[in-house]
């Protein structure tokens, strides 16, 4: 019912930024809580952050003060990531919870490599 398509991954600098984007389709009247999620190469993927319709938002302690979640309309949040370090290195993926049809859905992750 709903597809989520992440953008904005790529290469950059230790202390640089990156703004990913993640736009949703379908059921989007369905969705409360999206958010972002990330998976380094031999760890559990872990949330960064999240925010509801009512813009409430959670950050995980790693991120806070660098990254920011937004939630531009129904069916497009961003991350804006500043300061970033070698340990932001991941594949970050969107994700969106339907209260209609209580599952998650999950887009297809994009990569973020942060090194010199």
């Known amino acids: 019912q709903v597809q989520l398509v992440e953008s904005g991954g790529g290469l950059v600098q230790p202390g640089g930024s990156l703004r990913l984007s993640c736009a949703a389709s379908?059921?989007?009247?369905?969705?409360?809580?999206m958010g972002w999620y990330r998976q380094a190469p031999g760890k559990e993927r872990e949330l960064v952050a999240d925010?509801?319709?009512?813009?409430?938002i959670n950050y995980a302690d790693s991120v806070k003060g660098r990254f920011i979640i937004s939630r531009d309309s129904a069916k497009t949040i961003d991350l804006q990531m500043n300061s970033l370090k070698p340990e932001d290195t991941a594949v970050y993926y969107c994700?969106?919870?339907?209260?209609?049809?209580?599952?998650?859905?999950w887009g297809q992750g994009t990569q973020v490599t942060v090194s010199s």
């Open positions: 379908g059921d989007i009247w369905s969705l409360n809580t």
């Open positions: 925010i509801t319709v009512g813009g409430r």
């Open positions: 994700n969106a919870w339907s209260v209609t049809l209580l599952r998650a859905y």
